[in-house]
């Protein structure tokens, strides 16, 4: 079975201007979380989407925003990029949301903001 | 107040002995679940291990065991025979709440694996 895909894997992008990061879960796992990694902060939670529906958003400022399609696939977007948005942007999915269930995750998507 | 502690940035190992990374966990609630996850330099972050807080023997997974205390909040790593493709950083992490909709990780340990 596949695992989860994210694309684009890099991308370099300026100050000011909107990115769209896109996940496919593996087959059948409806419940996908979105991750911010950065060397100071660490692994912050940003978003979890489960039946086309937000069931949880993180701290982070609304210009971090995201949906789910009906084939589970989601894709998250980044409007007006500062510098400080420079990070691995982690995908991860799960069956559904719950205590015991395991989210695998993508390879990432590493953004560079000059 | 952090939900997840590790208290060792960085640990050394000689290869083939075993190793513990250390995890301590704040939550009020009853269930939760427990996870290690193992993340190479090329970044992906690999699922190792799951601990469920109402399981009563340890979680083992090939290699990986996980030493639960639940009473003391703690839920170590246990790598057993180290190998060179084992350094990564390792990172601890938690769900939590009603519908498990609260998933906080670790700041991480960075283990490296001597020949």
């Known amino acids: 079975k596949a695992g989860v895909t994210q694309t684009p894997r890099y991308l370099i992008k300026t100050r000011g201007q909107q990115v769209t990061l896109s996940c496919s879960p593996i087959s059948g796992h409806r419940s996908v979380s979105w991750y911010q990694q950065t060397p100071g902060q660490g692994l912050q939670f940003l978003f979890e989407y489960f039946s086309e529906t937000q069931r949880n958003k993180g701290n982070f400022p609304g210009r971090f925003s995201g949906r789910q399609f009906s084939n589970s696939r989601s894709e998250m977007n980044v409007s007006t990029l500062e510098l400080g948005d420079s990070a691995l942007y982690l995908c991860?999915?799960?069956?559904?949301?719950?205590?015991?269930?395991?989210?695998?995750f993508g390879p990432g998507t590493r953004l560079l903001v000059l | 107040a952090q939900k997840i502690t590790q208290t060792q940035p960085g640990m050394f190992v000689q290869e083939k002995e075993a190793v513990t990374l250390d995890c301590t966990y704040d939550t009020s609630d009853q269930s939760y679940g427990l996870f290690w996850y193992k993340q190479p330099s090329s970044g992906e972050m690999i699922f190792l291990i799951y601990q469920g807080s109402y399981d009563e023997q340890n979680a083992t997974e090939g290699r990986y065991s996980l030493n639960f205390q639940k009473a003391r909040k703690s839920a170590n790593l246990v790598i057993s025979a180290s190998q060179l493709g084992d350094s990564a950083m390792y990172f601890c992490a938690m769900r939590e709440g009603e519908y498990g909709q609260n998933f906080v990780f670790g700041p991480g340990t960075r283990l490296s694996v001597l020949p």
């Open positions: 991860a999915s799960s069956l559904v949301p719950g205590l015991g269930e395991t989210q695998y």
